[in-house]
């Protein structure tokens, strides 16, 4: 019974013993929550049409009696039969997914309604009334199952999909026509099920993780069948996701990964090239435990960052982290090269360069004379090395701090003859000893890359600080990880049918890479295993692109026969190693 049809009113309920309202508690119960009152009252003066009058709860009194604004005039102030209760409140619960699809906002699932769908009018994404009886009016949709099916997640497209603990439902209006309160329909698609939230979409491609978390499902149209199809991406690695994936992201510049955070705390990632027919599961380990993942685009730099919250052990305490993943994209100068988890970096050059500090030699050659355009230097770079590079990296002068005058004069040994007499920040650098800052992980072993080469695998930080084996400009240091790669059985064609089975070996191996370490491992399996180095002469430390060896034939692989051969890489170097083909003699 409403106390009149507009303003602020009382409601009450009758009989009085009826408790229909919920007082605010551990909740704010029915207070701001919406209501019909009544019939069609007033008449829209835009669309002509009458619509229902609507009232918002702003306190609940008792389980009987409320307060009440009137949103739209009601019909009558007399005791009404008709009336109902808002979708959505502190009651009856909000909605979990949500999509904007058809010029709508789609909100689903609810406590109370695990398996509705409502969407606002047409460009109006805060208005989801029904009572306008127009083809742009809100939406009110219940899926079409014989089966309890709660709504994990919405996405959009042509249609709209969403995806339930048992299957996946599409809504639309039944042909091309959009969707209006008249033709909306929202049928069962797929019969594979579908986890919380798990989805993201790729061109016209979806990725959704299938109920229990242990299958990743690739959903598209397919025009030759006319309809939907939902294709397992794990079906030739079913161990890939473990008991489960917690969490999912998916990256496409500069390729299109998907990362799948596990129950494990380690990382499943799926390179996916949809025209290639390309589908390349991998793991990713750390010294600690991935709990969530999230991909944005780079703010420096032409590719995205998967950023990851990682769970590690340090000094004894559970530390959480915030880090991210460099581009895969080898960079140009192999000192910038950072192939290390939870890492830091020192660069004695952008160090100037963010200084703006210019400096000038009195000579080319000998000990001369090196001023700066700022306060930069101190007795600490006696005996410290400085350095000028040009836009490759490629040194063009160096020399030895002998002493400093000032803080802007100091004396220049040079043991490589400078090519100018002047150079702005960013183009010279001053080395450094030692590196500090790393408190973040006191007390762990760490990998030291210090301009482009491995310095250590071993140090240990303490204080925070570690000292470096030779004094460096770039340095990178981290948590040091191994990259692993085991190809499947070789099945080479044969006359007589299958090599499945055969007994076979490398007898030798060759290796065709790009920008990579010289410096890994080979063999048939992880227990035997050879340094490529060793096969190689002399030993190259720069990056290599083309063929290992580079002379001569293949590398001699050990190892005996054993029923279809396999090979094993393995670089516990912090630098890349991208393998574009392998090449040997079977027999």
Known sequence: LPSSTKGTINLTVSPTNASLFTVSAGTLG???????????????????????????????????????????????????????????????????????????LWFARTDFEPQKEWASRVFDYEQFALDTEADDDGLNLALSSNESNEIQWLAAGKSLLAGTFGSVFVTNSGGNDAITPDNAIASEEIGYGAEKRLVKKVGNFLYYVQRFGRKLRELFYNWELDTYKALDRTILAPHILGDGVVDLDVQTNPETILYCVLTSGTLATCTREIDQEVTAWATQTTSGTYTSVAVIPSQTAAYDEAWVIVERWVNGNRRKYVEYFETMEVPSRQDQCLYLHSALT????QKSSQSATTISLSASSGSVTVTSSSAYFVGAHINRTLRAINAAGTTIGEGTITATASTTSMTLSITTTFTALSYTGG???????????????????????????????????????????????????????????????????????????????????????????????YGPDADNLDDINLAITPTVTTLYTGILPPQGGGIAMRGGYQRGAQLYIQNTQPLPIELLSVMGTLE
């Open 30 to 104: 029915h207070q701001g929550s919406y209501w019909i009152i009544g019939g069609l009252s007033d008449t829209n003066t835009t669309t002509g049409l009458k619509e229902y009058g609507y009232v918002r709860i702003t306190s609940v009194v008792n389980g009987y009696t409320a307060t009440a604004t009137v949103i739209k005039a009601l019909k009558v102030a007399t005791a009404q039969s008709l009336w109902a209760e808002g979708a959505l409140s502190a009651v009856r619960g909000y909605p979990t997914a949500v999509a904007l699809q058809g010029n709508r």
């Open 346 to 349: 020192y660069d004695a050059y």
């Open 427 to 521: 183009t010279w650098g001053i080395s450094i000893r030692s590196v500090s800052g790393m408190d973040h992980l006191e007390g762990k072993t760490i990998g030291l890359l210090t301009d482009g080469n491995t310095d250590s695998l071993t140090r240990t930080i303490g204080g925070g600080a570690v000292t470096l084996t030779t004094l460096a400009f770039v340095v990178h240091a981290g948590l040091s990880y191994t990259q692993k790669l085991q190809t499947l059985r070789k099945e080479p064609p044969r006359p007589q049918g299958t090599a499945q089975g055969k007994w076979q070996r490398y007898n030798t191996i060759a290796f065709k890479v790009n920008r990579s370490t010289q410096n890994f491992e």
